[in-house]
């Protein structure tokens, strides 16, 4: 690709780590967001974050661990397409000399008091245009639903989950969907718990790619929630799951996302996926289609 549109180094936080000793995968997000951000805030369009710039969907791939470090991780961003109110970011996370991820975000400009997108200005998609350039796209991933025999997870929405505009941030989204994903292979195979892998069972659980589609926004209340997960594929050493985190009283479904999941051994290699976890996870198959 050209040179980015912006580099952002962003500080690393012990707190990123997850159980396996590397920095979380829903974290990596929250590194892009961090960065489109500032990007934004240093721009002449700084004030869409303030009017309502909402995020439509992510697709990531994960490379390499990101390790705990004092030097922060570099990540990398450019402009990609820009519509009349919908544009794209495409970025790298650099740690050290390796590359750790790549991810692409669709934004939309969003009008809150109409309820609906809008056209950006003239000025405002100069901006993005005098910037965009041509990103290569990230591989496709099979569409499917959980449909009727999906893992069921309570989800309870956290007050500190929602973000400036008062609705639950993008990132956390993330979160909610590894959440269901350990509770549905720790009931389908305790030896699977990613929580007691790497000490346990003796393999690691490594996402490789996650897609976050968002299509509703997600208030706060006390009542919770629903993620609903199911399997799409289960290969070799690898797993394709489907998500949807929904209302279960309205069947609202606020966000959809397609997760690959390889299973490693302690240095990271793949090995087979344990048949105990196999044979459990096919308990909940995904529609698809």
Not at 51 to 66: F, M, S
Not at 77 to 102: D, H, K, M
Not at 190 to 213: K, P, T, Y
């Amino acid at each position: 690709m050209t040179q980015p549109t912006a580099v952002v180094r962003v500080p690393l936080r012990w707190v990123d780590l997850d159980a396996q000793g590397h920095v979380n995968n829903g974290v990596v997000a929250d590194y892009l967001q961090e960065a489109r951000v500032r990007f934004l805030l240093d721009g002449d369009n700084a004030a869409l974050l303030g009017h309502g710039t909402l995020v439509v969907g992510h697709q990531v791939e994960y490379l390499a661990p990101v390790e705990f470090a004092d030097e922060p991780v570099e990540v990398r961003l450019w402009v990609g397409n820009v519509g009349a109110s919908r544009f794209t970011i495409g970025y790298e996370v650099v740690q050290g000399e390796v590359l750790a991820a790549r991810a692409r975000t669709v934004l939309c400009i969003f009008d809150f008091e109409a309820g609906r997108p809008r056209r950006m200005t003239h000025a405002e998609r100069a901006w993005f245009v005098e910037r965009s350039t041509g990103l290569p796209p990230l591989r496709e991933l099979a569409k499917a639903r959980p449909g009727p025999h999906a893992y069921r997870a309570p989800l309870t929405v956290r007050w500190t989950d929602l973000d400036v505009y008062g609705h639950v941030n993008n990132v956390r989204f993330f979160d909610f969907v590894a959440e269901a994903r350990v509770h549905m292979s720790s009931d389908a195979d305790e030896a699977g718990n990613r929580m007691s892998a790497a000490a346990e069972a003796g393999h690691l659980w490594m996402v490789v790619r996650q897609d976050v589609d968002y299509l509703a926004q997600l208030d706060h209340r006390l009542e919770p929630y629903e993620t609903r997960v199911a399997v799409v594929d289960i290969g070799r050493t690898s797993m394709i799951l489907v998500a949807e985190v929904t209302d279960p009283r309205h069947g609202t479904v606020f966000a959809r996302a397609r997760t690959v999941i390889v299973c490693g051994d302690r240095s990271g290699r793949p090995i087979p996926v344990p048949d105990e976890l196999r044979h459990g996870l096919e308990t909940w198959p995904a529609a698809v289609g």
